[in-house]
């Protein structure tokens, strides 16, 4: 089975621009999650989405939305965007149900630079 | 409110010993607790997973503990291989749909 991928890998934006970052979870995997990873911060939970429903969120401002379509690939938006979104923003998808419903998978990431 | 502690010093050890490496939390209670390895530039990648009624659990090299009194968990990689190094995350998840808090990691050196 292909791994999750996230799409793009680089990008480099200015302030005040907005962004979109888009992730394929693994097939058959229902659940997405977004995360956030500085040095400072760790990793740090964006939201979840499943079957394309918003399951959770976390405590990030309104520039930051997300969204997931019927065959589970998920985008997140970030708007307006400042020097401190700058960050490794990572996918993870999950099974939900069986054995490993539990675990996540994460993809490579996308290194988002704010200039 | 919730929180998750794990050794921010790096942990340098010699080839062929027992790394053991520690999760704290306060203000949470978990079903389950995961480790994740994470190498530089990449996505974190799982490890184990233990459940709030087990205490331990073991994977070839790897055995974790799970200690819900103590609020805490123990991750230990026996002997260790210096292709072990990286980040280790811990992460907490609740029941019923809480989202999963992650642990700062612990950055770990093994030493030929």
């Known amino acids: 089975k292909a791994g999750v991928t996230q799409t793009p890998r680089y990008l480099i934006k200015t302030r005040g621009q907005q962004v979109t970052l888009s992730c394929s979870p693994i097939?058959?995997?229902?659940?997405v999650s977004w995360y956030q990873q500085t040095p400072g911060q760790g990793l740090q939970f964006l939201f979840e989405?499943?079957?394309?429903?918003?399951?959770n969120k976390g405590n990030f401002p309104g520039r930051f939305s997300g969204r997931q379509f019927s065959n589970s690939r998920s985008e997140m938006n970030v708007s307006t965007l400042e020097l401190g979104d700058s960050a490794l923003y990572l996918c993870?998808?999950?099974?939900?149900?069986?054995?490993?419903?539990?675990?996540?998978?994460f993809g490579p990431g996308t290194r988002l630079t704010v200039l | 409110s919730q929180k998750i502690e794990q050794n921010s010093e790096a942990l340098n050890i010699q080839e062929g010993k027992t790394a053991t490496l520690t999760c704290n939390y306060t203000?949470?209670?978990?079903?389950?607790l995961q480790w994740y390895r994470q190498d530089p530039g990449r996505g974190p990648v799982f490890l184990l997973l233990?459940?709030?009624?087990?205490k331990e659990k073991r994977k070839e090299r790897l055995k974790v503990t799970f200690d819900t009194t103590l609020k805490q968990s123990l991750f230990h990689i026996t002997a260790s291989q210096p292709a072990d190094s990286a980040t280790y995350l811990c992460?907490?998840?609740?029941?019923?749909?809480?989202?999963?808090?992650f642990g700062a990691g612990t950055r770990l050196f093994v030493k030929a």
């Open positions: 203000n949470y209670s978990p079903a389950y």
């Open positions: 097939s058959g995997h229902r659940s």
């Open positions: 993870a998808s999950s099974p939900v149900a069986g054995l490993r419903a539990n675990e996540q998978f």
């Open positions: 992460a907490l998840d609740g029941a019923g749909g809480f989202k999963t808090i």
């Open positions: 233990i459940r709030e009624n087990e």
């Open positions: 989405y499943f079957s394309e429903t918003q399951r």
